[in-house]
């Protein structure tokens, strides 16, 4: 793993709507091929920070850095930001609760929609290159199928397949088996341990603690918009430090 500039860097992060604050001053490293991961009781900030690293969400104060880049830069204009923001979200790939799966077309067609359309790969080379995800996320059997005739953990690998598609330099995933059924869950996670496995820089939103203490690099525990404490996985889930991590994990076990 490699300290050299971070992937992704998040400097006293605040959002907050209207009188509510959301996130309260938050600063995070992630660094090339490293996984960090996000936990901590619903409405602690997780899915909000995460939706501000590729400005899902913008942030009311504090600077977001991907990729070397300030993707939060006040000097460009609406246009050059809308360009840059394009650009940028080809390179950080994120996978939602939802698949967001294009209804119309096969599981094949939504993998080649966008390395044709914003890549400019040939069709030949778009198809080739997805059959050869599907069969790494275990559904190449499903290619010529429609969304819908799918289950939600077939949805969700084909959801990440889809991200991949584009050769992004990092992935952001947001709670990414919470919508599916306790027997499809184990299936997702394959994908994402073997992604990390492979060296791809990933942060990730999740309750599944197992996974977070298996794949991590690094665990973020937070609370009320703030981080209250970070470590290595056997350090938070079996030597918390603080009591509100303490609380947290001794409720979910």
Do not use: W
């Not at 709507?17 to 901590?40: A, F, H, M, Q, R």
């Not at 609406?78 to 080809?90: I, K, P, S, V």
């Not at 990933?202 to 996974?211: D, K, L, S």
């Amino acid at each position: 793993m490699s300290h050299a500039e971070p992937r992704i860097a998040l400097r006293d992060i605040h959002k907050t709507y209207g009188p509510l604050e959301v996130l309260k001053g938050i600063s995070l490293d992630v660094n090339k091929g490293e996984v960090v991961v996000l936990i901590g009781p619903s409405g602690s900030g997780k899915s909000t920070l995460l939706r501000c690293v590729n400005h899902l969400e913008t942030p009311t104060r504090g600077e977001v850095r991907v990729l070397g880049s300030l993707v939060n830069d006040p000097h460009r204009s609406h246009g050059e930001q809308e360009r840059y923001l394009n650009a940028m979200r080809m390179k950080v790939g994120m996978v939602f609760q939802h698949f967001n799966l294009f209804p119309h077309l096969t599981v094949l067609e939504n993998l080649m929609l966008a390395p044709v359309q914003l890549l400019r790969m040939s069709a030949a080379q778009a198809r080739d290159e997805a059959r050869e995800l599907l069969d790494k996320v275990g559904v190449l059997d499903k290619q010529d199928v429609y969304p819908g005739n799918l289950s939600g953990g077939q949805k969700q690998r084909v959801a990440i397949a889809r991200a991949l598609a584009l050769k992004p330099e990092a992935m952001l995933f947001d709670e990414p088996t919470s919508a599916l059924d306790p027997e499809m869950v184990g299936g997702v996670l394959a994908v994402m341990e073997r992604l990390a496995a492979a060296g791809m820089t990933m942060m990730v939103v999740t309750h599944e603690m197992r996974f977070a203490e298996r794949v991590a690099d690094r665990v973020v525990f937070m609370a009320d918009g703030r981080v209250v404490e970070a470590g290595r996985p056997a350090d938070i889930f079996h030597q918390p430090a603080h009591e509100r991590t303490q609380a947290f994990l001794a409720d979910i076990r």
